[in-house]
């Protein structure tokens, strides 16, 4: 595969047209106003998606949406939170217990107090 080309089909022109209405809903112009906020790479900045990842931005959109409708998040004109990118060690260090992860810090000279 190429350098910055999709892995999957493209998104359709009804979801890229959707995501867009959620977008501008959300209070961004256009997908490159969105980049930041919404976490795009320079391709889906230009508006290029997969089918895959169209399907979780417009999910994302219609929740924060929905949230905000129901009072409990943010404003429908505020921009979602940029999703959260964990390094593979970070994931790791997320999937172990409580109790492995201390016994590891204070393997390593770190004094452990529970919260």
Request: no cysteine.
């Amino acid at each position: 595969m190429a350098f910055g080309q999709s892995s999957g089909p493209p998104a359709t022109a009804r979801q890229v047209a959707e995501l867009l209405e959620l977008l501008q809903a959300a209070g961004h112009t256009d997908f490159r106003d969105a980049r930041g906020p919404m976490g795009f790479t320079q391709r889906q900045a230009n508006g290029k998606f997969t089918r895959d990842e169209a399907d979780e931005f417009i999910a994302e959109l219609q929740e924060a949406e929905h949230a905000a409708e129901t009072g409990a998040g943010p404003s429908p004109t505020s921009a979602p939170a940029e999703p959260e990118r964990l390094t593979k060690a970070e994931q790791a260090a997320r999937d172990l217990s409580d109790e492995v992860l201390a016994a590891e810090l204070q393997r390593r000279g770190w004094i452990v107090v529970e919260p």
